[in-house]
């Protein structure tokens, strides 16, 4: 760990996040294969999990294109995606899927826990996809008084949006990029910091 951290400017804690990451997706998968008709009797069609950059609106000026911190990498997300409803002839304008997840911070600052629904579309019916979602998520963070670089919230719960693009790997692995953002449009009052989180998510299809 001290030799990767010596040649790569990579935190300790960043690699073992990253590594206990990998591991639980690769567990997420197995059990996956194996309880894949049961999780959709229950109604479960995919789950997710990955590592988010921090409040990237809000990084340092040293930051890699202005938001990429690598000191912020302490958020992991999981999200379960039920199966989408039956729009019966407009099912064409793609999936439209009831959700239910989870952002953790791991460095102190703001977690969040969202339910929502998700829509997401396949380019030309290939492999590239794009999604966005929308719903509502309750917070731990501060509605005012916080210090940096702590966020002031305004209330809880909040709107929370997210957009991502991805690709299917196979026809149940994909892969995507995700920023996620979370405030009350003004609705509780100036107060409105907002939080806003991008990273890289790995999903599985049942």
């Given at each position: 760990?001290?030799?990767?951290?010596?040649?790569?400017?990579?935190?300790?804690?960043?690699?073992?996040?990253?590594?206990?990451?990998?591991?639980?997706?690769?567990?997420?998968?197995?059990?996956?294969?194996?309880?894949?008709?049961?999780?959709?009797?229950?109604?479960?069609?995919?789950?997710?999990?990955?590592?988010?950059?921090?409040?990237?609106?809000?990084?340092?000026?040293?930051?890699?294109?202005?938001?990429?911190?690598?000191?912020?990498?302490?958020?992991?997300?999981?999200?379960?995606?039920?199966?989408?409803?039956?729009?019966?002839?407009?099912?064409?304008?793609?999936?439209?899927?009831?959700?239910?997840?989870?952002?953790?911070?791991?460095?102190?600052?703001?977690?969040?826990?969202?339910?929502?629904?998700?829509?997401?579309?396949?380019i030309a019916g290939g492999p590239v996809f794009v999604?966005?979602?929308?719903?509502?998520?309750?917070?731990?963070?501060?509605?005012?008084?916080?210090?940096?670089?702590?966020?002031?919230?305004?209330?809880?719960?909040?709107?929370?949006?997210?957009?991502?693009?991805?690709?299917?790997?196979?026809?149940?692995?994909?892969?995507?990029?995700?920023?996620?953002?979370?405030?009350?449009?003004?609705?509780?009052?100036?107060?409105?910091?907002?939080?806003?989180?991008?990273?890289?998510?790995?999903?599985?299809?049942?």
């Amino acid at each position: 760990m001290a030799l990767i951290e010596f040649c790569f400017g990579v935190s300790d804690f960043m690699v073992k996040t990253v590594l206990k990451l990998v591991v639980a997706l690769l567990l997420a998968a197995c059990a996956g294969r194996a309880v894949a008709q049961d999780s959709y009797d229950f109604g479960l069609d995919e789950v997710r999990g990955g590592l988010f950059f921090h409040s990237v609106d809000h990084a340092p000026p040293s930051a890699l294109f202005g938001l990429i911190d690598t000191s912020r990498l302490q958020d992991a997300n999981v999200e379960l995606l039920f199966r989408p409803l039956d729009l019966g002839e407009w099912n064409w304008l793609g999936e439209f899927r009831p959700h239910v997840g989870a952002t953790l911070n791991f460095g102190g600052l703001e977690s969040q826990i969202y339910a929502g629904l998700s829509w997401t579309y396949h380019i030309a019916g290939g492999p590239v996809f794009v999604e966005g979602s929308f719903g509502a998520a309750l917070h731990n963070g501060a509605a005012s008084g916080a210090v940096y670089p702590a966020r002031n919230l305004g209330c809880s719960p909040l709107f929370r949006e997210s957009a991502s693009i991805g690709y299917d790997i196979t026809e149940q692995a994909n892969i995507m990029l995700t920023v996620e953002h979370s405030s009350h449009a003004g609705l509780c009052g100036p107060t409105n910091a907002g939080i806003t989180n991008l990273g890289i998510r790995a999903g599985w299809k049942f």
